[in-house]
């Protein structure tokens, strides 16, 4: 009897230690919506070793890409959660959740990609953040997502061209006021449903920068891009917020390190893989044209701003700030 309870003991004290081994190693799941040959998965695993070696192993992270997590909203709500640890998030769709972030889905609210970095470095990045962690998506770093542009069967060069035309959108208002004020039909939907409904005649065209219009093959069922640039929306490495609190200061500057590192490299390959992302679509056959003059798509975003901001007056600090940033 008491040889059969120690036996008992030990095997439970052992487990102890196992358990607490176990614990020791964090093992983090992180959610991406791309795949191969997107410049972010390339980031999101450079990501995954560089916290490894910054916590020397203690969070092991597993990076799970093509949005097989779920959907974009479904991943952020599980972030926020801590069913997931980690996104690599576009803040278009955390704008509906997070008030501050949809500074940035505002169409021409930033002047260009070097612009909307500096915002993002300023006080209005600070509040848009500090905004994200409060709801438990806390971003780590920002990465370049470049323009947003639409593509349809025909080119686009006005406004009046996308009248009549149905357009998807991501999930948020304002890109649905945005498509209205045009006087098309916007169709908010999923990332993993847009290529279907292009090919199949659901929607007639849709909007997203050279990466995605790429890897996704949403290039082969369409035939013309118009270079609008109506949305420069930046994208995140978050974390959820009670994760990240609860490591040590040392932890935590471990992961922010890494994650500031991976932005970089997401960077550098943003830039030559979005140039090489149009040469190809452009070699298989799509028109790309440009827009002489965007001051018509401009225009016709007046009424979008003073609706939004009718309904959000709290907001008007936030646009003055990103406005008036050199
Ligand atoms: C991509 C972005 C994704 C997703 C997608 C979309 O450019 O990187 O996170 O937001 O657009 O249109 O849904």
Redesign the pocket.
């Known amino acids: 009897m008491v040889k059969k309870i120690s036996a008992t003991l030990l095997g439970a004290i052992a487990g102890c230690f196992l358990v607490t081994g176990v614990a020791s190693a964090a093992e983090w799941r992180a959610w991406n ?2 795949n191969d040959g997107h410049p ?1 998965t390339a980031a999101m695993d450079r990501f995954a070793e560089l916290i490894d070696e910054a916590t020397k192993g203690e969070i092991k992270l597993q990076v799970f890409h093509g949005g097989v997590l779920g959907s ?1 909203p479904d991943a952020l709500e599980q972030v926020r959660l801590g069913a997931i640890e980690i996104g690599n ?2 803040l ?2 955390i704008g509906p959740m997070v008030k501050e972030a949809n500074l940035v889905s505002l169409p021409f609210i930033f002047k260009s990609v070097p612009h909307m970095f500096r915002v993002l470095d300023g006080e209005a990045g600070q509040t848009i953040a500090g905004a994200m962690a409060e709801a438990g998506v806390m971003p780590l770093a920002w990465v370049d ?1 470049g323009a947003r542009s639409f593509y349809s069967q025909k080119p686009i060069n006005t406004p009046a061209d996308v009248e009549g035309l149905k357009i998807r959108v ?1 999930n948020n208002d304002l890109y649905t006021s945005m498509i209205s004020a045009m006087g098309g039909n916007p169709s908010p939907m999923a ?1 993993s449903e847009v290529q279907q409904a292009l090919k199949t005649g659901v929607v007639d065209g849709a909007e ?2 050279f990466p ?1 219009f790429k890897n996704v093959g949403h290039y082969e069922v369409t035939t013309h891009y118009s270079l609008s640039e109506h949305l420069i929306i930046p ?1 995140c490495i978050c974390v959820n917020t009670a994760k990240f609190n609860a490591l040590s200061e040392e932890m935590q500057a471990a992961v922010r390190g890494a994650a500031e590192e991976a932005a970089l490299y997401q960077r550098e390959l943003w830039a030559v893989q979005s140039e090489q992302a149009r040469k190809d679509v452009e070699a298989a056959g799509i028109k790309v044209n440009e827009i002489a003059d965007k001051g018509p798509f401009q225009d016709a975003m007046v009424k979008v701003y003073e609706d939004y901001l009718a309904a959000n007056p709290d907001m008007a600090a936030l646009v003055e700030m990103a406005q008036s940033t050199e």
């Open positions: 919506i791309h972010n974009q998030f576009n278009g769709p997502a991501m990332f997203n920068n995605s994208e």
